[in-house]
């Protein structure tokens, strides 16, 4: 069976505009730089717009393709429109907790193979990991040219299949390898990466990986595929 590749980020519009209405102060602008942390500065912005909320930018070149896409509304710029107030709009850190803001951005990918190797067996570059029983693996199309950055190697974890699934050996530039232990999946099953609120929040991943959730969203790369529910 050949299963497509299949990589991709759901941004969560609803969510987005409950985050905006939790957070609407005086003073409170959007902040849609770095492409709005990886969820599409344009489709952030015309949710944040349509709320009635101004959009903060870091330079021209921000409100420029903001401009251009056809939104008239009040776009500062500013350096720094504060690390918390952004990471609640997009659902995540402490602060969103607190605020009841819900996370935005949602990373799968679909396990495109299913093998099983024995005791003392390794995966993946430099064999920095080997079974120590016999174990299965899924190898999952998510890698460091996605954003799934390489300190994740043996330190990640991935939601799949009920389970948290730990990232064995390291992270390739397309694939990832998972340990099932005596479990296995089927081909396609979907591998969440982050934005599960129940299993797998970009809190979750990034702790043990010492960056910030707005990091691990910001370094989503554009071969993942966005689409805005």
Do not use: Q
């Not at 990471?87 to 193979?113: F, K, T």
């Amino acid at each position: 069976m050949t299963v497509p590749l299949f990589r991709v980020a759901r941004i969560d519009v609803a969510a987005l505009r409950h985050n905006v209405g939790r957070l609407l102060a005086p003073g409170f602008a959007a902040d849609v730089t770095g492409d709005a942390y990886g969820h599409g500065a344009v489709a952030v912005a015309r949710a944040a717009v349509a709320a009635g909320v101004e959009l903060a930018v870091r330079d021209d070149r921000e409100e420029r393709e903001l401009r251009d896409a056809g939104l008239r509304g009040g776009i500062t710029r500013v350096l720094d429109p504060g690390d918390d107030t952004a990471a609640a709009l997009y659902g995540v850190g402490p602060a969103a907790a607190r605020l009841g803001c819900r996370p935005v951005m949602r990373v799968s990918a679909n396990v495109i193979s299913v093998k099983t190797i024995d005791a003392g067996e390794a995966v993946s570059y430099g064999y920095t990991w080997r079974a120590t029983a016999r174990s299965n693996l899924a190898l999952v199309p998510l890698g460091y040219a996605d954003g799934v950055t390489r300190a994740a190697g043996n330190v990640g974890r991935v939601w799949l299949d009920g389970a948290l699934r730990p990232i064995v050996g390291r992270v390739a530039m397309d694939v990832i390898v998972l340990n099932l232990g005596t479990d296995t999946v089927e081909l396609g099953a979907e591998a969440v990466l982050f934005g599960d609120p129940a299993a797998a929040t970009v809190d979750d991943w990034a702790r043990p990986l010492g960056i910030s959730p707005l990091e691990a969203t910001a370094g989503i790369s554009a071969r993942v595929r966005r689409v805005w529910t």
